[in-house]
Every structure is written in C-alpha cells, then in structure tokens.
C-alpha cells in the first residue's frame, strides 16, 4: 500500500476532462437531450453515471412529496408516479450550466472505479447513514460497468439470504469475505485511459501520490521501545516529497482497503471497535491525546508492523 490516490490529482482531470467534452456538444446547443446523454461521452460509464445522477436526482424530490390532503404513499400513486418518471425520461432538456456538475461529478466517480474501485465500493456501501438498503444497492448496480462483479456477487448473497438492509459494518465483512473468494483483480485500466485521453491526454501516474523511503539509521541495540510515543521517536518524519497533508478527520480519508487492513490486524476482526476508536481519535485535540489513548488501550500492538505504521501515519496528517 505504498501508492495512494491523490484526489486533487483525479479532481483536476475530471475538470479538464469534462470541460473539454461540454465545450464541443455546447458550442452549437443550448440544451442536452436524453438521448444525447447515452453518447456524450466514449466511456459509457460516464454517461451512465450521468443518467444515474438524473434519477437520484428524481428520487430526492419525490421524497419531499408530502400533504395533508393526499396520500402519496398509496400503491396506486407509487404507480403513477413511476409511469410519469418514464414519460419524463423521454423529454430531459439540460442547459449546460446545470449539466456540467453532473458530468464533473460523473467523470470522478469514472476515474475512482477504474483506479481505486476498492475506495468506490466503501461509499456504495457505507453512504452517509454506514447501513446498506439492499434495494437501493441494486439500482446502484444497474448503472455501474466497470469492476462490477464483486458487487454483483454480494447482490446475489443478500438477495438468498432476503436481506433488505445490513448494518456498514456487517456490509463490509460480506465484501470482504467475496472479494477473497472471487480473488478479485480490478479490470486493466489501459483501455479506458485511451478513451480518456483521445478527449485530454490521461497520465494515470499523476493519480499516484508514491511515498519515498527515507534511509534512517537502526536504533541502538540497548533501546526498547515501549510505547507509541517512543516508536515515533524512531521512525522517519514525512517531507514535501511524501506529499504530507493534514486531514480534517480519519474517517473520511480511510480507503476500503485500510479499514480491512486495520480492522483484521490491529482490532482482531473487531469492526465495531475499530469504528468507534476511529471517532475517538477524531474527537481528540492533539497527538498527545491520541497517543495516550493508544498506549492506554493498545500498548500491545506490533510497532514494527507495516499495519501500526500506516495506522500512526493517519494520525500524523490528522493533527499536523
């Protein structure tokens, strides 16, 4: 795990990328059809995303539907409501200024699939309420192309198991039990870079941030180290070369891969207590803090572990 995403990076490209793309359809149009959505763009999955985006959007504004005098919630309604959704499929109309977040947007959600579906597949599954609604995970899959088949093995789990909903935390030990069944390799990225790039030129080595080892000596033979505090004293400080930046909070900068990385090596499969030390540390106001909390409740770990390691490297960009 040397190489992570840099976001900014993906961002910035998303950004020229679509702009590219809106500048062409909208030099001779004021508007973008539904029709013209399927092929806006050579990679499907950034058209399918749009398409996605469109009917979430649909979905939000149905949920505000509320009177005092009309039951929105009857079979019969839900029906034609459905039925006027796909009448207005028919006749999408978007002004360019209201379609460009949605293919900005689309073309990032592209970019993290191909290049960090691991991290894709965590927000697909988590969300904002960290529960898994079965249903609406299927509707996700029907828009989604690209390094599909763990999710759709997953679908099909909880589908025999009549599942409508799952707590993030038994979510992620489904996928994470499939993903080592179906020994599951992302798909090549080189064919969609070539899409990408006959629009704008996509260098997928300016996604990576690659972090630099430093040569340090070995500590001395007689010195033990104890605490967290005491092996930080030996490890290396990051530099402008490791791309070093601070984060607001762990729990958003966390990739699918850490959490099962932390959760099986450091809280012994334990999800539920790595979530809640995950929030503690981000409730704390300092290092300090957060390495007493540690030595308090996990003086035991291996401080030489690769795991340990990245765990404290989080920390380190938290409270910079």
Do not use: C
């Not at 994470?176 to 990225?189: A, G, K, N, R, S």
């Not at 981000?282 to 770990?301: E, V």
């Amino acid at each position: 795990m040397d190489d992570k995403i840099s976001q900014e990076a993906i961002t910035q490209y998303s950004t020229a990328y679509a702009n590219k793309l809106l500048d062409a359809f909208f030099q001779n149009k004021n508007t973008i059809s539904g029709k013209e959505i399927l092929s806006f763009s050579d990679v499907q999955q950034v058209n399918l995303f749009i398409v996605r985006e469109l009917f979430r959007t649909w979905r939000e504004e149905t949920k505000k539907l509320k009177s005092p005098y009309f039951d929105y919630h009857h079979p019969d309604v839900k029906s034609a409501l459905e039925t006027f959704m796909n009448v207005l499929s028919k006749y999408i109309s978007i002004e360019r200024k209201n379609f460009e977040p949605l293919v900005k947007n689309s073309v990032l959600q592209t970019l993290l699939v191909i290049f960090t579906p691991y991290d894709y597949f965590s927000s697909i599954i988590s969300g904002n309420s960290n529960k898994l609604d079965v249903s609406l995970f299927k509707e996700e899959l029907k828009y989604l192309r690209i390094n599909k088949a763990p999710l759709e093995q997953m679908l099909k789990k909880l589908e025999e198991q009549h599942r409508t909903e799952l707590p993030g935390n038994e979510a992620f030990g489904v996928l994470d039990q499939i993903l080592e069944e179906v020994h599951f390799t992302p798909e090549d990225p080189d064919p969609y870079i070539a899409q990408f790039s006959s629009v704008d030129l996509l260098d997928s080595d300016k996604f990576y941030i690659t972090k630099t080892e430093d040569v340090t000596p070995e500590p001395k033979a007689r010195q033990e180290i104890t605490t967290v505090h005491d092996s930080l004293i030996q490890e290396p400080k990051p530099t402008l070369a490791d791309n070093f930046r601070k984060i607001d909070r762990i729990k958003d900068r966390l990739t699918i891969n850490q959490k099962f990385m932390f959760t099986k090596v450091l809280f012994q499969g334990d999800f539920d207590l790595f979530s809640k030390t995950i929030e503690e540390l981000d409730s704390l106001p300092d290092m300090p803090s957060a390495l007493t909390y540690l030595n308090r409740y996990y003086a035991t770990w291996d401080k030489e572990s690769e795991e340990f390691n990245e765990f404290i490297e989080m920390l380190e960009k938290r409270f910079s």
